[in-house]
């Protein structure tokens, strides 16, 4: 299954302003309708009409001109995504989860223990560095295409393609 997820705006979604060079805004990923919509809001709507409904969210801000654009994202807001799927039975949020744990695996968050297998299924073991306890993670069978797919929607996600 593709994902799509919107790209940052340069506007407020409630109020519509045009974010400021070197502003600081909140940007929101909101479960609808079993897909994720990126929404980005500055500083006062965030805190008057925002919070309801997110499932994850972020502070980011737009770069001075002069700038290079920050390539990779704060591993934090990958590592909060794969938190939150730990649960999820859906096969497109599955798929997402085990990609994001690759790349949490390169960025040394999660360090490969070893392979496990139970009722026909493979998981990989992961020491879950930040939280000193063990994580297990679905091995889907994806093919190439689908592994991009879902990175890309990674990348899409903060505007960004990390590479795993």
Request: proline share 1%; with cysteine.
């Amino acid at each position: 299954m593709e994902w799509y997820i919107n790209r940052g705006s340069k506007n407020c979604f409630f109020c519509e302003r045009l974010f400021r060079e070197e502003e600081e805004y909140y940007s929101a990923l909101y479960d609808e309708d079993n897909a994720f919509t990126r929404k980005d809001f500055c500083m006062e709507c965030w805190n008057e009409k925002a919070g309801e409904g997110v499932f994850s969210y972020w502070k980011t801000k737009i770069q001075k001109k002069s700038e290079t654009v920050q390539k990779y994202a704060d591993t934090n807001v990958f590592y909060d995504l794969f938190i939150k799927l730990e649960n999820e039975n859906d096969h497109s949020r599955v798929n997402f989860r085990y990609v994001l744990s690759l790349y949490l695996m390169r960025k040394k968050i999660l360090k490969l223990k070893t392979t496990h297998k139970a009722n026909g299924n493979e998981y990989l073991v992961f020491k879950n560095l930040k939280e000193d306890k063990d994580t297990k993670v679905f091995i889907p069978k994806l093919s190439k295409d689908e592994v991009f797919a879902v990175t890309e929607e990674i990348g899409k996600l903060v505007n960004c393609i990390p590479k795993i």
